[in-house]
């Protein structure tokens, strides 16, 4: 009697023990964190939780990490250097990592984009555009949209009113239309576009910063 | 005695087993028959109308068809005619209806309608019950709807069918605003929880010179 329960005992402070190692062995165990981005971005910076820097990856290049919190960090030309947190898990994953342009570049790309735009509007709505002038232009962060909010001339800017979005996209070494002048752009009026970067569109106030 | 006790006992054994093959039979070749199909209930009114489903008629009080659209003709004499299509799904636990309330087209049909009123009742009660698993249905396939109709003192959105594309059930929120509020109302539907952009909307009374 008194062998079968030592028995048992034995059998059960196996499996406990064997469970624990095992958590301990598979937590501390590094993953492979594979790092994908655009080649606007030259590499990508990772930083441990006490911000140093840890390692440097080229775009596919994957990286072994133990499991806990984490910052990348792009850098490349005009790319915004903004850290941004990340987490490492019990098991392997792939980050993509955006392309995000610096403010500066964003404007500067904004007024490159304006005359090209201005241009297109006269051509393709001759009598409208007599009445009407671009009073936002907004290239997004990736520099792969952009959206333009036209404004009747002399609109009160305290009650704005009448006003009609377009959606932009660049074309070669310039800027061109997507889809026509509306009150709010959405997948019926955009199609093929996706809803998130049409919300960014909708979202650009009428009166220009 | 012994003998006929024991007689009595196997005959009685017998038909025991001659009784549950009967029961085995019958299950199976219900089960046969009816697999794949739905039972459909019909209520009609007058009761005594006669009805075809895909131009065969039948009798009773249910009918089982097989997944898909069905026709039915309900027909009487002194009333008119009605004939409509049933969509039927296997997978619909619910309770599927053929269901009509016949229009007399005489005065003996109408006095025999209004002889029979436990009759159109029963037809009434169905077209509730069907209406409110539609409305269900709609509800899970839009959401938004069940905000709908939403009107506060600067713009009112509600919603309709998109009539450009009569075989889906696609709607278009509609948005009655003056120019100023326009982005008021798209707000509201942003604070609901959606992302207008996903919607087919039109504002109601707009004069778009761009379009």
């Known amino acids: 009697m008194k062998r079968s329960i030592v028995l048992i005992i034995s059998i059960i402070a196996t499996v406990i023990v064997g469970s624990i190692v095992y958590v301990i062995v598979n937590s501390s165990q590094p993953q492979s964190i594979t790092f994908q981005f655009d080649p606007q971005i030259d590499s990508v910076t990772i930083g441990n939780d006490n911000d140093t820097a840890i390692a440097k990856v080229k775009n596919n290049q994957t990286v072994e990490l133990q499991k806990g919190d984490y910052t990348y960090t792009p850098t490349g030309t005009y790319i915004d250097t903004k850290k941004t947190a990340f987490s490492v898990e019990s098991s392997a994953s792939t980050i993509v990592v955006p392309v995000t342009y610096t403010a500066a570049h964003l404007d500067t790309l904004a007024k490159e984009a304006e005359m090209a735009i201005a241009k297109q509007l006269t051509a393709t709505y001759p009598a409208q555009m007599k009445g009407y002038e671009i009073t936002n232009l907004t290239i997004f962060s990736d520099g792969k949209w952009g959206g333009v909010v036209l404004t009747p001339v002399g609109m009160d800017i305290t009650a704005p009113v009448n006003y009609y979005r377009i959606l932009i996209q660049p074309s070669g070494d310039s800027w061109k239309l997507n889809g026509k002048p509306q009150s709010i752009l959405t997948i019926h009026t955009n199609q093929g576009v996706s809803s998130s970067i049409l919300k960014k569109v909708n979202d650009l106030s009428p009166v220009s910063s | ?211």
């Not at chain 2, 209930?41 to 009798?59: Q, R, Y």
């Not at chain 2, 905000?147 to 009655?176: C, M, V």
């Open chain 2, 1 to 211: 005695m012994y003998n006929n006790r024991l007689s009595i006992a196997k005959t009685l054994i017998m038909l025991f087993f001659i009784v549950v093959v009967i029961v085995i039979a019958i299950a199976l070749y219900f089960g046969i028959t009816r697999s794949g199909t739905a039972k459909v209930s019909i209520v009609v009114a007058p009761a005594d109308a006669t009805v075809l489903v895909d131009g065969h008629k039948v009798s009773g009080d249910h009918v089982y068809l097989t997944e898909g659209e069905h026709t039915y003709l309900v027909s009487r004499d002194d009333f008119r005619s009605y004939g409509d299509s049933i969509d039927v799904s296997t997978d619909d636990s619910s309770e599927q209806y053929i269901s009509a309330a016949l229009v007399a087209s005489n005065d003996t049909g109408r006095e025999y309608a209004a002889s029979v009123p436990d009759e159109y009742s029963a037809v009434l009660e169905v077209g509730g019950t069907e209406a409110q698993k539609r409305g269900e249905a709609y509800a899970k396939q839009h959401p938004i709807t069940t905000k709908l109709p939403y009107t506060n003192p600067l713009f009112t959105i509600g919603y309709k069918s998109d009539q450009s594309q009569p075989d889906s059930d696609e709607i278009i929120l509609t948005i009655r605003a003056v120019s100023v509020y326009r982005d008021n109302a798209i707000n509201q539907i942003e604070n609901w929880g959606y992302n207008p952009a996903d919607f087919n909307i039109e504002f109601i009374n707009e004069e778009n010179p761009f379009l």
